[in-house]
């Protein structure tokens, strides 16, 4: 086995250093082009897919909105993936076609993020729903699940609690807050519930 190393070198705490500045600064960039967005009279479905729907609201986006946004986005990522994107997939080797579909995927997170920071600006009752005090959570579920009925399962309730919690508390989640709190709180129950014995 490998010898650890248990000293933090200059080089290493500067690269991390630098890593925490740039997505600090890159959360700060992005509440300014929120801002500016609302500024400029845009709503938040206008990043919902064109002709799709999200969470019961229809998206507002022409198609040349959307495309605007999502080059925005890819000009972000770097010439080399904005020139990926526009290559026809049919022309890409197989290496850059897996490069090409994993951009997509990235950028459709950005996409996702966007839409979800501007709702949090402009919708109250989401933003209600998303604050600390208010966590948005399915009808009949308690924000916290119960404690470990079972003896031996506390550690595995307690991670779940904490995971739940986490979630409820993002500002910009990257994922369905209300969809994790579900899964949690069945996998609560399914903890919590005793196996029964094999005959």
């Known amino acids: 086995m490998q010898k650890l190393n248990n000293t933090l ?3 290493v705490s500067d690269a991390i250093t630098a890593a925490t500045r740039k997505d600090v600064g890159a959360r700060k ?3 300014v082009a929120y801002d500016l ?5 845009h709503h938040w479905t206008q990043w919902i897919a064109v002709g799709k729907e999200h969470d019961g609201h229809q998206s507002t986006a022409t198609d040349e ?3 605007s946004l999502q080059m925005a986005r890819l000009k972000g990522m ?3 993936i904005v020139k990926l994107a526009n290559t026809p997939t049919k022309a890409l080797s197989e290496a850059r076609k897996v490069e090409k579909r994993d951009a997509g995927k990235l950028l ?7 839409r979800d920071a501007m709702r949090l600006r402009q919708d109250a009752a989401y933003r209600d729903s998303k604050s600390k005090k208010a966590p948005q959570q399915p009808k009949g579920e308690a924000t916290e699940a119960a404690p470990a009925k079972q003896i031996g399962v506390t550690k595995e309730i307690e991670l779940l609690n904490r995971v739940n919690k986490i979630a409820q508390g993002k500002e910009t989640p990257e994922y369905d807050v209300v969809a994790v709190t579900a899964a949690l709180a069945a996998l609560v ?3 919590n519930t005793p196996v029964e014995p094999k005959h």
């Open 78 to 80: 770097g010439a080399a």
């Open 189 to 191: 129950k399914l903890v």
């Open 108 to 114: 459709a997170r950005y996409m996702c993020a966007d």
């Open 29 to 31: 960039a992005a509440q």
């Open 37 to 41: 967005a609302i500024k400029e009279g």
């Open 9 to 11: 070198s200059n080089t």
């Open 65 to 67: 909105l959307r495309a």
